[in-house]
């Protein structure tokens, strides 16, 4: 697994990727389906998703309900999808109008998974890469663990 921050000629992007060994069906559907994103998205394991919604189709928005276990903070988490290519890329443009896209390419018998963001101005981007890469690897792990 590899985590990195790159630099954009406009303005800066964090990057985080992992690499997840299973088939690209299974990798898109876990990634896509609400059912499987309350499972895996978290940034650890004091968090969880309660609830998720998701259009897959431009133009089709998305939005998951983030909560700490123990009641005492929530947000909604939520966009609009601007490109989805079946099994290759997810783009989107959040509620606070920041871009992200997510890439799967096939290779070494699994997906490489690369999601790219524009950085909220709240926190810094290290936190950030760390939170957004924690979620990546809850979600390679729970999708290699359900054979």
Partial sequence: MTDSTASSS?????????????AINKVWNFFTEPEHICNWNNASDDWHTPFAQNDLQVGGTFSYTMAAKDGSFKFDFGGTYTEVKKHELIAYTLDDSRKVS????????????????????????ELQQAGWQAILSNFKKYVESHA
């Avoid at 406009?10 to 299973?22: C, D, G, R």
């Avoid at 890439?103 to 998974?113: N, R």
């Fill in 102 to 125: 997510v890439e799967f390419l096939g290779i070494d018998g699994g997906v490489k998974v690369t999601e790219t963001f524009e950085p909220e101005t709240q926190n810094s981007h």
């Fill in 10 to 22: 406009q303005n800066s992007v964090i990057v985080v990727e992992t690499h997840v060994v299973a």
